[in-house]
């Protein structure tokens, strides 16, 4: 007889409990345990080692393999392709997760629509919107035509039955938060739920060679947090993103097995769904080339392109006792890092000010190549002084002071001549016939002397 046990699982870690709790054991949330009951297998899950070791002798493989590896597939969608790494690998399982209303959905519907236009055989199943609804959007994208199968279905059984059935290239799941397992006694969308529907279609992946992506829901509360669980099962997690007022959408590869993770893709979403962006540095680079102060150019790398984009500082009298200091689009702790080296090295301080920080266009920087450049545009903002026209920044800094090389120069420097700049500051680089002049700085202390008129 199946044996019910009741236990507390953290809907912010997903972490399981035998005794409830006002703060989560694991994860030091509060209020986050609540009551589940499992169905245990009868015997519950103990085997004897004994018996266990005789039914499964492990087999041990050499890492040598002379089976062929399957091609990826191409959905056609290039910047949804370069971010998996070249296309979707057959049989494996893929988490696109991200805010409601970024435009999963739609991305999705333009992948099943590309790749079934080629020839694969993908199912759109929505658990979240009717056959109708999606048919519309197809419409309204001019997709109507592409060969996707479609269906509006919640239940786990129903959903396995017909994947098993129809054998698949690809089946768009949307969203794993909206699907339930009548095996499992828990509300939809609780994190047994979502942990038992993903894990089922992980399998099914694996074992029937159908790519499988799921869509799921990030709140900012955490309310839900499914798909942090379901980030453990799957073989990449792709987040898309965007700030809410800009068009722009960037899909980021968090965890790949197949392929890097600092690829990003971007796309505009438009009337017609989602456009790629295959240059992205024309975006992030707000209107010409006309600088006010606090304004810089970074040259940066974004997985295997180089990316310019533009970044914005503030420096305002604060109207409180103590400043603020905002940051949009980069860390806020590598910007304290930053003040405090102005500070500490190079004698500028920004004392009382409110200090804004912000990337243009709504990407995110995770380089500390930035550093450089936030640090100039801050100083920019402080004196009031424009950085020189057609100029890109770009290198590290070290809590010393220093400026640091940083890795693919050339790379940035080629973006910044392809976009017009002509010159670069940045620590000195060992390049013969640079693309863009180079005014190379070994301390910020230097490049801060010779560009603002600091310390009068
Ligand atoms: P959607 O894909 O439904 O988001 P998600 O699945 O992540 O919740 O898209 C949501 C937003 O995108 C919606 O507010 C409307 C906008 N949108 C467009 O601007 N143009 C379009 O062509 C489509 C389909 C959606
Ligand atoms: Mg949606």
Known sequence: MTKHQTLYTCQSCGGVHSKWAGQCPACGQWNTLVQESFSAPPGGLKAEPAKLSRMNKLQFETLDSTDEIPARMVTGIDEFDRVCGGGVVPGSAILIAGDPGVG??????QVAANAASRNLRVGYISGEEAVEQIRGRANRMGLSKAPVDLAAETSLRTI????????FDLVIIDSIQTLWSDAIEAAQGSVSQVRACAGELVRLAKKHNT??????????????????VVEHMVDAVLSFEGERGYPFRILRGTKNRFGATDEIGVFEMGDAGLREVPNPS?????????RASGSAVFAGIEGSRPVLVEVQALVAPSAYGTPRRAVVGWDSGRLAMILAVLEARCGVGFGQKDVYLNVAGGLRINEPAADLCAALALVSALTDTPLPRDCVVFGEISLSGDVRTVSRGEGRLKEAAKLGFNSAIAAPVAIDNPPVKVKGFTSLADAIAALFPVGE
């Open 104 to 109: 999963k959905s739609t991305l999705l519907l």
């Open 160 to 167: 396995m039955d017909a994947l098993k059935r129809e054998k």
């Open 211 to 228: 790519s499988v992506i799921m869509v799921g829901h990030v709140t900012k509360e955490g309310q839900i947090a499914g798909p942090r």
């Open 282 to 290: 024309a975006l992030f680079l707000g209107d010409g080339h006309e």
